[in-house]
């Protein structure tokens, strides 16, 4: 079983939880000049008719009473990092698809958890006692019911869908409500007799290829109740990276080797304000001649420390056997995992290896630069000659 969770009108939950004289109120977060949008409103301004991407000078139409709030990203990132690490007690199998939305594969948990729905419930609980907001999930045999059954009792929700529902619930689910289906596709899904889900069965496959192209596939097979995709815990095709054009053209190694390290800090901070921690890293060369080649090595554990990250760098730099002169140098991390993730100690440790200590300087030195300015602090081998 696949679990979803989604956070209640998560913005305007936290800015509710954070200032009590809020609860109860039509909250609006969002740009607080008239040009900006509604990022999120709280469920009593949502009676009013206010939503997600709304203009705000037409929400301040429908809700005049409301107080709008300026978004604190940091502050939401925080919460919804404290939410994931819960997540992550549940199951191994955590794949954060927003700041307030993750999927968990159930699979193998039933003994420590019991049955999905006392685990849904648990996990409700837990989060309550964390962080204090709510949250609905779904419950659901694959990735694309889950999500549909977490909006289905929202606020507060939990619904699950067994596997011997599963025919019935496709049967009764509005075709718009499928991912993947914008109003394009259901005005020509309708137009073939199409109003819910379970009616796609009596296509062909044929006819759908032809009509929606492998879209169409995509949807028998969910009408079948199959979605394939798996929970995946890496947070897919995402990277950070830093990267510069050389002052001219070189091959010196120290000149390249000290554009890493200070790179490589860049790109510690990105996984360290993303929560996450990395298990590739990738270097990219521009050589004199425009040539643009890029190089990567994937390792365990993953890490957020710089020094790991200029290692790595500086062996995939060595291993490259420079001949040209290199224009311009990058180094990026990817292949996330959370920053919480377990870490599989190895059973002989090699002492080879650069150790993770370092991760404590990156955030102090972070801490030290955000306090007095970037300048003030820096290494030893970057510190100008
Ligand atoms: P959602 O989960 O889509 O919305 P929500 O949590 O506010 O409300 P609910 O789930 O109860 O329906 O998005 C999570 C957050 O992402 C939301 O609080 C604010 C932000 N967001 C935007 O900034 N712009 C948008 O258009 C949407 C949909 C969300
Ligand atoms: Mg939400």
């Known amino acids: 079983m696949i679990l979803h969770i989604d956070m209640d009108a998560f913005y305007a939950a936290v800015e509710q939880l954070d200032h009590p004289q809020l609860r109860g109120k039509c909250v609006i977060v969002g740009g607080t000049s008239n040009r900006g949008v509604v990022a999120t409103a709280s469920y009593e301004a949502r009676r009013f008719g206010v939503r997600s991407a709304m203009p705000i000078f037409q929400a301040r139409q429908q809700c005049p009473h409301a107080v709008f709030v300026p978004p604190r990203m ?62 609905s999930v779904g419950v659901a045999p694959n990735r694309f019911l889950a999500k549909i059954a977490s909006d289905v009792n929202k606020p507060d929700g939990l619904t699950v869908i067994a596997a011997d529902q599963v025919e019935a619930f496709i049967d009764r689910l509005p075709i718009g409500k499928v991912s993947g289906v914008g109003p394009k596709t259901q005005a020509k899904l309708e137009a073939m007799g199409v109003r819910y889900l379970g009616a796609i069965r009596k296509f062909e496959a044929q006819a759908l290829l032809a009509a929606f192209g492998t879209y169409g596939i995509r949807l028998q097979e969910l009408a079948h109740g199959i979605d394939p995709t798996p929970v995946t815990p890496f947070v897919p095709g995402k990277s950070v990276s830093s990267e510069c054009t050389l002052d001219e053209d070189t091959r010196e190694m120290a000149a390249l080797t000290r554009c890493l390290l200070a790179q490589a800090e860049e790109v510690a901070a990105g996984l360290r304000k993303e929560g996450v921690k990395a298990r590739t890293v990738f270097l990219k060369l521009k050589l004199a001649d425009f040539k643009l080649l890029t190089r990567r090595t994937t390792f365990a554990p993953a890490t957020q420390s710089s020094q790991v990250i200029y290692h790595h760098a500086v062996k995939l730099l060595e291993d490259h056997r420079i001949v040209q002169k290199i224009r311009l140098i990058g180094l990026g991390a990817t292949g996330f995992v959370g920053a919480e993730t377990p870490v599989q100690q190895e059973l002989f440790g090699r002492e080879t290896k650069p150790r993770e200590g370092w991760e404590k300087v990156d955030r102090t030195l972070e801490t030290i630069k955000s306090r007095f300015g970037e300048d003030v602090i820096k290494r030893g081998t970057l510190a100008e000659e």
Request: glycine residues 4%.
């Open 74 to 135: 940091d502050r939401y990132q925080e919460v919804s990092r404290q939410i994931m690490v819960i997540l992550r007690e549940f199951s191994p199998l955590v794949e954060p698809v927003s700041i307030d939305e993750a999927f968990l594969d159930l699979a193998g948990t039933e003994r420590l958890h019991g049955a999905p729905v006392e685990m849904a419930r648990a996990i409700k609980r837990e989060i309550l006692a964390a962080v204090h907001l709510t949250s």
